[in-house]
């Protein structure tokens, strides 16, 4: 496989997602990027803004096995991951595995279940492993986690801690749409009292198992001078010396901006990082790395902008 075919298989995914989405254009640019660096993405903003309908049409394009975990308050970690249970005819016991046994996760509000069930996700996201009852079982590298989340100022909802979201590529903020895009989607789908099934929409999945596998070898054989090592490593440091920044983010986070920038290169259609992409993902790769400090949360700065602060005061290579 060459990047023109890696070209092809993102074009085909846009295309279809198209059927039934409505802009979100950002949205699916860094979902596609985080499926061809293997990372998982943490999409957060109010109910009824189609978090849970994207990435079930995300989920449609892949010939993947898709899974979702609909996260409650009263969820045990057994229920995610599953458990042995014993069998009277055979006198041992048996998995009876859990959602997380799957290649795509939809982990639908993942922020109204307790962080001990938050927690069952940190083995498989971080190692694509689960370990129950000392045994441990592989997931495999397409393992992917989407996980969607309302705003933690909302009720009933629990803050993810610092470890989970370390492990998510990106956090990306779905804000309302614009009038012309709502008033499209009340056309495309305002005949419906509930959400549209993704079967009505005659989508179809474009990329298998193998083509997945190819496209995220010819990727990670994109070109990085150390140019744009440098600059990657110099925007890291700066969020651990920043004002406004109580805790910077760590040396996963180089690691992973490193390959989403390849990644966001293959999906932009080019065999080499330019500094601007490194750009455009720094908001969504760091925003949800960083603390701030008590004083700037008084003042109403917030992570996004100190980040954008830190991409203008951070010189790019030439």
Known sequence: ??????GSIVNSIRAEIGKVIVGQEEAVELLLTSLLSGGHVLLEGVPGTGKTFLVQSFAVCLNLHFGRIQFTPDMMPGDVLGTNLFNFQTNSFVLTAGP??????????INRTPPKTQAA???????????IDKQTYDLGQEFMVVATQNPI????????????????LFKVVIDYPSRDEERDIVR??????????ISDFAMRPVVSKEQLAEARAVTAAIRLTDQLVDYIVDIIRATRSHPAIETGASTRAANMMASASRA??????????IPDDIKRITLPLL??????????????????????????QTAAPR
Do not use: C, W
Not at 264 to 273: P, Q
Not at 288 to 310: F, K, N, W
């Open 1 to 6: 496989m060459d990047l023109g075919q890696v």
């Open 100 to 109: 997380i046994f799957t290649h795509i996760l939809l982990a639908d509000e």
């Open 121 to 131: 996700l940190l083995q498989a996201m971080n190692e694509r492993t689960v370990t």
């Open 153 to 168: 100022e909302q009720q009933g909802t629990y803050p993810l801690p610092e470890a989970q979201l370390d492990r998510f």
């Open 188 to 197: 495309r789908h305002g005949h419906y009292s509930a959400m549209p099934k």
């Open 264 to 273: 966001f290169a293959a999906v932009s259609g080019r065999d080499f990082v």
């Open 287 to 312: 925003r949800h790395r960083i603390v701030m400090t008590p004083a700037s949360d008084i003042e109403g700065v917030t992570s996004d902008q100190a980040l954008s602060s830190i991409i203008d």
